[in-house]
C-alpha cells in the first residue's frame, strides 16, 4: 500500500525518523508497547479497512515503528496500519497525526497528511474574500462563502447576497443545494429545491412515480366504491349502482385513449357475425364452438369430472389463455376476472365478446363496465349491489386496472422505433396526470388527496426534467421488458448549444435498474463510423449475461452501417463509485476521468 502526497512529497512508504537517538528509543519503547496492547486486543491489520475508503475521507494515527522503508501507524480504533514510503520525511515515531485519503485505485492507496494548518489557510482565504465584499463573517457567511469557492463560483457580495437571500426564503435548504442551483442555471424554487435533492439521493426514478400514482388509483377507487351505498341493505338501488358503474367510467376515461374504449354491444356480437356452421352431428364447422363442444364432450365421458374454471369458461366461449397473451397479463387474474363477470350472471355471448374484442386492459375494464351497465340498465332485478361492488373492488379486478396504468406510463421496448416516442409519452403522462387532478381533487377522503398529491409531484418531476433538458440532452425512459417494469437514463455529454460543432464524435451515458443486472450502466461512443461500448455491472454473473448476449448487439450495430467494439467491466466490491452514473455526470462529476483510477476485471 503506498500513501502519498505530492504536496506535501509525503509517500508513506517512507517516513524517515528524524531527532535525536535517545527521543527515538523512548518514543520506540512506547510504541512497541502500544502495538502489543494492540495484537494482544485481538485487532486486525486496519489495511483492509482503509482500503474500502472513499476519497476525502480522513483518520488519526500515531507512527508505531519504522523499519526501513516500512511504517507501522496505529489508528484511532487500536487498529495497525502498514504501509511502506518512497521518501524520507523529517517525522518521529510517536508522531500523532491525521490523514486525509488522497485517491483509492482499489489496490492502492494514497493519503496526504492533514492537519489543522491547512483549515487555518482555508479559513484565512474565506476571511479575507468576506473582509473584502463588506460582508460580516457570521457562520451563514462562512459557509456561502465556502460552498461558492467548493464549486468554483464567483464570491463576490452580489454572488453572496443571492445565496443569503434564497437561503432566508427557503430555510430548509442547504447552502450547497442553492449553489449548486444557481451553478447549472435551474431556478431556485420548492419544486426545484425538492427535485434536485431527489436526484443527489437517487430517488427521483419515474418509475418510483409511476408506482405511487397507481398505488394511488387503486387506493382511491376501492375507497369510493367501499362508501358508495353504505347502509344499504343490499337491495339493488339503480341510483347506487349507476353512481358506482358512473365513477368507474370517470376514473377508466382519465387513463384511457381511444384505441381503449369499449367497442362491444350488438353489432359486434361473434354469433351474429360469424353463425356456426354444424354438421348433421352438431358439430361446428366454422371452429367458432370447436373447443367449447370439445370440452362437453369430455366431461359427458365421465359424469363425475368437475370442471376447472378456465375449462368453464372455455365451455363458454371465452379462451383465457388466448385473452391472457393477447393483453399481456397473467392466466390466473384474467380466470378471476372472467369468472365473476359469470357469477354476476352475465351471459355467455356477451362474456365471449368482452373477452374477443378486448386488445388492451383498459378497453377490457371498459368493455366490462358497459356490459355491466347495459345489462343492469335492461334487467336491475337481477343484480345485487353487494356483488357488483365486490367485483370492482376484488383483487384480480385491480390487478388488471395496474397493468393498464403501468402500460399508459411506460414504452414497451419491443415496439419502440422512433424517438419521438418519448416526448409523446411525456406528453401522455402529464395530460393524464391533470386530468386526475381535474376530475378528483374535490374528492373528500385521505386517498383522493393522495392521489392528487401523487399526480401532481409527477408532473412536477416531467416539469424538472424538462429545465434538465434544456441544458443537456438528458432523459429518463421508464420501460417494459418481458412482463416487468424497469427504469432507464440517457445523458448526452453535449452541451445543446454545442450540438452541431462534433457531429462525428459524440458520448453518451445509458443508466438502467434492471430486475436481472442490476444497476447497469452504458457509456457509448461514436468515433466516425465505429461504436464502442463499455458495459459497468455489479457482478460476474451480471457480465456473463451480457457477454452472452453480445453478439445480438453487433449485429444490430452492423445493420445501422457502423462497426462494434466493446468492452464488459465488473466493478470491485470494495469501489465507492456513485449508485447512478448519469445523475454524478450530469451535476459535474467527470465518469472517464474517475473510471480511469479504479482496477476493474476487463474482458473485450
Known sequence: MNISDSGYNLNISGIRPAGGQ???????Q??????????????????????????????????????????????????????RMSEAVNLNIGDSLSFLIKENTGSNVF????????????????????????????????????????????????????????????????????????????????????????????SHQLTNDISNINSSIIEFSTEVLNNIGNGSDGVPSGDTVMQMLDFNDSLLQTMSDAEDMANIGAETETASQNPAQLNEDGIDLTGEGAS???????????PTEQLSAADSLLAKGVDVKASAENLGIDHETLTGVYEGLAKLGMDDETLKNIANESKSPLQLLNNINKAVSDSFKENPESFNFNDIKQFFTSEEYNKVLSNGINKKFTLDTKNMKNPSEIDDLYKSMYEKTDKLMKAFSESSGGAGKNLSENAKG??????????????????????????????????????????????????????LDMKFLGPTDVHVSLHGNNVHTRFYV????????????????????????HTLTNEVITREPALALPENMVVNEMFGNELEKSVKRYSFDVRM
Open 22 to 28: 535517545g527521543t527515538q528509543n523512548i518514543q520506540n
Open 30 to 83: 512506547d510504541a512497541a508497547q502500544q502495538a502489543a496492547k494492540s495484537a494482544a486486543s485481538g485487532e486486525v491489520s486496519a489495511n483492509a479497512l482503509i482500503s474500502t475508503a472513499k476519497e476525502g475521507q480522513s483518520f488519526n494515527g500515531q507512527i508505531l515503528d519504522i523499519t526501513n522503508d516500512q511504517v507501522k501507524i496505529l489508528l484511532d480504533n487500536n487498529q495497525t496500519l502498514n504501509a
Open 111 to 202: 493519503i496526504k497528511p492533514f492537519s489543522q494548518d491547512m483549515n487555518l489557510m482555508k479559513d484565512s482565504a474565506i476571511f479575507n474574500v468576506l473582509e473584502q465584499n463588506n460582508l460580516s463573517p457570521s457562520e451563514k457567511n462562512y459557509q456561502i462563502a465556502e460552498s461558492l469557492m467548493n464549486n468554483s463560483m464567483p464570491v463576490d457580495k452580489n454572488s453572496m447576497q443571492k445565496i443569503m437571500q434564497q437561503s432566508y426564503k427557503y430555510p430548509d435548504a442547504s447552502i450547497d443545494t442553492l449553489v449548486n442551483l444557481n451553478k447549472l442555471g435551474i431556478p431556485v424554487n420548492e419544486t426545484s429545491i425538492s427535485q434536485y435533492n431527489d436526484y443527489v439521493s437517487n
Open 292 to 302: 367449447a363442444q370439445n370440452v362437453d364432450n369430455s366431461v359427458g365421458q365421465n
Open 458 to 511: 409527477m408532473q412536477e418531476r416531467i416539469d424538472f426534467m424538462q429545465t434538465l433538458n434544456n441544458m443537456y440532452s438528458y432523459a429518463q425512459i421508464p420501460f417494459r421488458n418481458d412482463g416487468s417494469d424497469a427504469n432507464s437514463e440517457l445523458f448526452i455529454y453535449m452541451n445543446k448549444k454545442k450540438m452541431n460543432e462534433a457531429k462525428d464524435n459524440i458520448s453518451a451515458l445509458l443508466h
Open 538 to 561: 455489479e457482478d460476474e454473473q451480471s457480465a456473463k449475461i451480457i457477454d452472452e448476449h453480445m453478439t445480438m448487439l453487433e449485429k444490430a450495430i452492423k445493420e445501422t452501417g
